[in-house]
């Protein structure tokens, strides 16, 4: 008897034999599909676009700021046990010794220990300006946990990595051979704040996901000269 | 299924609490689309680039298939194929058995709705929790899903909070911020508890073996990070080619389903966790179901497989907006359920729902991938006339709009069933030829207050000159 495989693959081989099932139409070059100043403030888009999902940006203008924003983040609220990716792919130096210097624990392990943290911090990849999106893959030192089990998610990122749209995020991995998708075990692309419109379609914050999610948003030094 | 349609859409009139959640949640969902698909680059330039995305798919689908088996075999997964919903319980049966499986969370999934998987499961001694958190009020409720995205809809938040009153003890509220807080609590001791997360599958992308997955809430990623063994399910059409495809057709996706410009979390699996990596399943596996799809490919309802579930065309849908999910009987409901169910179940298995549509063509103009529904409707009733249906279709569709007339919720209903009935009319043939009975005795009421909406009468007016004319 062939198998299941077989039989679907046969009978699919079969109706697309003949002749193919759509004719086939030349493809246009792709039109993305958000819309772009010629002149797009990059920067300010994707703030205005993580704020409208219910994100909060805080922008630093150098490392220092950032490091007193996340201090204001974690004692704001009253943090005790934090879950972090490995410090090398956060880009912010002296997060552990933040952390050691707030009394913080750092915790790690199983999904139930992670589970009760109060926040986790992670870097990101890259940043989507026209879809406020934050893009994170897994890999060695960046756990899927770290932004997803606990309530307030914290992500660290450089305004260089702030590309225009999801299409250009694809066209960089494509240059890249598409590698990320084959050696992370997860790519996530978060929108803000985790949501659901399930009751009569109307929307409320803060589901199974985190209930808060904040950008730490370093500009560039380029920018300062 | 049963095929019990008439009496459903008897019930579901009458349901003052289903109308006013439908009422309710529809217009949002219409709403939405609209504004979100009119701030893109070029809406039905998009539409077209998503349905040429979806027409090669199809066209090469048995090489896709095969692509992604190989691509998610090398990163380290694990494809089952499954010819129908039995062999579909029966793999994960086998699955659960080999990995000591005793609890289950299951992110959305339409594919195990089509083989009610948490029965086979559940009969099994095994526990399933739904974790998206309309599919988790649904089963905790007893029911099934009534919408494609947003599966409670057919709930007000006041039944809803009484449910979870009744089963689990939440103080009342009549806020969905409560209510949503308190399931979160609850869910979180299941993620955790789970041995094995089962999701569907929006879109699997051939060239480097990966599983999309689309959801707001996290339970979706939860489910599929958090147990050491992952199971995707997906039927054999949801395979696309490139990654540029996905970015077009994820956002439209988005955009048609809720109105974001993404949704929130948007999840890409790409086998189980490495070796190097902190978490993450240990074990993934795929498993690809037919279930009758293979009889679709190569005929003129093809397109119908292109359908990327978004739920569009049921919000936009004027016999939808008044009947809800439950009267069409089976898991896809709505201008799509009413051409998959028939070509997925046998034609004569829901004989009516073909004509459970006015013809109106609202929910081709809200389809992201330009599925030509009403096309395919009529199709579908030609080839039930051609087979010998005794009940003439236009009986049925002048039953619809007949009993909906009589029901008690026909102040709101009014305006939206009279637009449905005479384009119902006029879609037969062009004009009104006459018009019938229930119709008549309206047009001698002239002070009936539920029809007092003037673009109706504009519109009648306008049809009755037209026959006068002929
Ligand atoms: S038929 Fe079109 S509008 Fe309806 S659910 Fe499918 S993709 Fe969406």
Redesign the interface.
């Known amino acids: 008897m062939p198998s299941a495989r077989e039989d679907i693959l046969s009978r699919l081989r079969r109706a697309v034999a003949q002749q193919p099932t759509f004719p086939n139409r030349p493809q246009a070059p792709y039109l993305p599909v958000t819309r772009l100043a010629p002149d797009e403030d990059l920067k300010a888009r994707f703030i205005a676009e993580v704020e409208r999902v219910k994100g909060t940006v805080h922008v630093a203008p150098d490392d220092a700021a950032a490091r007193r924003t996340l201090r204001e983040l974690l004692a704001g609220r009253n943090a005790q046990r934090v879950t972090m990716w490995d410090e090398a792919h956060i880009p912010l130096p002296g997060v552990t010794a933040l952390l050691q210097e707030l009394g913080i624990e750092r915790i790690q392990g199983s999904n139930a220990e992670v589970a009760t943290a109060d926040a986790g911090i992670t870097g990101a990849d890259w940043a989507i300006a026209t879809t406020g999106t934050l893009v994170l893959s897994s890999g060695p030192g960046k756990p899927r946990m770290a932004s997803l089990l606990p309530p307030v998610h914290i992500a660290v990122l450089t305004e260089d990595r702030i590309v225009p749209r999801l299409e250009d995020y694809i066209a960089a991995q494509r240059a890249q051979r598409l590698g990320v998708f084959r050696r992370s075990s997860n790519v996530t692309l978060i929108t803000g704040s985790s949501r659901t419109s399930d009751i009569e379609m109307h929307p409320v914050f803060g589901v199974h996901g985190p209930l808060e999610l904040h950008v730490i948003l370093i500009e560039n030094l380029s920018e300062m000269g | 299924m049963k095929d019990n349609f008439s009496r459903s859409v008897i019930i579901a009139l009458n349901d003052i609490q289903l109308q006013t959640?439908l009422d309710?949640?529809t217009t949002?969902?219409v709403n939405?689309r609209i504004v979100a698909m009119g701030?893109?680059?070029?809406a039905n330039?998009?539409r077209h680039?998503a349905r040429?995305a979806r027409?090669?798919a199809?066209?090469?689908?048995?090489d896709l298939?095969?692509q992604l088996e190989r691509?998610v075999i090398?990163?380290g997964g694990h494809v089952l194929?499954?010819?129908d919903a039995a062999?579909l319980n029966q793999i994960i049966l086998d699955l659960c058995r080999k990995h000591d499986v005793r609890r289950v969370t299951k992110g959305k999934s339409m594919v195990t709705e089509e083989s009610e998987l948490n029965h086979a499961l559940e009969a099994n001694g095994i526990e399933v929790t739904e974790?998206?958190?309309?599919e988790y009020?649904v089963q905790l409720a007893g029911e099934t899903p009534s919408h494609i995205v947003?599966?409670?809809?057919h709930?007000?938040?006041e039944a809803?909070a009484q449910l979870l009153h009744d089963k689990l003890g939440m103080p009342m509220t009549d806020k969905?911020?409560d209510?949503?807080?308190f399931?979160?609590g609850v869910?979180?001791r299941k993620?955790?508890e789970a041995d094995m997360g089962i999701s569907g599958v929006n879109f699997a992308?051939a060239?480097?073996?990966?599983i999309a997955t689309v959801e707001?809430?996290?339970?979706n990623?939860?489910s599929?990070?958090?147990p050491r063994v992952y199971v995707a399910v997906m039927g054999?059409e949801k395979v696309i080619a490139t990654?540029?495809d996905?970015?077009?057709l994820?956002?439209?996706l988005a955009?048609s389903a809720?109105g974001?410009?993404?949704?929130?979390?948007?999840?890409?699996?790409?086998?189980?966790?490495?070796a190097?990596?902190?978490?993450?399943?240990d074990v993934?596996y795929l498993v690809?179901m037919?279930n009758g799809r293979?009889?679709i490919?190569?005929t003129e309802y093809?397109?119908s497989l292109a359908c990327i579930r978004c739920g569009a065309c049921l919000n936009a849908c004027p016999v939808y907006q008044n009947i809800g999910g439950h009267a069409y009987g089976w898991v896809y409901p709505g201008p799509i359920g009413s051409i998959v169910t028939p070509l997925l179940l046998g034609p004569t298995r829901a004989p009516k729902l073909p004509y459970a549509s006015s013809l109106c063509g609202a929910c081709q103009a809200a389809c992201p991938v330009e599925i030509a529904i009403p096309d395919m409707l009529l199709r579908l009733r030609r080839d039930l006339v051609q087979a010998g249906d005794p009940t003439p279709g236009w009986r049925i569709g002048m039953w619809l709009w007949a009993t909906a007339f009589k029901s008690p919720v026909l102040y709101r209903l009014g305006g939206k069933m009279a637009g449905m009935a005479t384009r119902l009319l006029a879609g037969r043939s062009g004009k009104i030829k006459s018009l019938p009975p229930p119709f008549d005795a309206w047009t001698k009421q002239r002070d009936f207050p539920a029809f007092a909406e003037s673009s109706f009468r504009e519109r009648l007016k306008r049809r009755r000159g037209k026959q006068t004319d002929a």
């Open positions: 959640a309710r949640g949002r969902g939405n701030e893109t680059t070029d330039a998009l680039q040429l027409e090669r199809l066209n090469h689908l048995p298939l095969q691509n090398a990163n194929w499954a010819r062999e974790s998206d958190l309309g009020i947003f599966p409670m809809l709930k007000t938040k809803t969905p911020e209510m949503t807080r399931v979160r869910m979180r993620y955790l992308i060239e480097t073996g990966t707001n809430e996290g339970n990623r939860l599929t990070s958090t054999i990654w540029e996905y970015a077009v994820v956002q439209l955009r809720t974001q410009r993404l949704s929130v979390y948007n999840n890409l699996m790409s086998g189980p966790r490495r190097d990596e902190p978490d993450g399943p993934f690809i037919d293979s009889r490919l190569g093809a397109e």
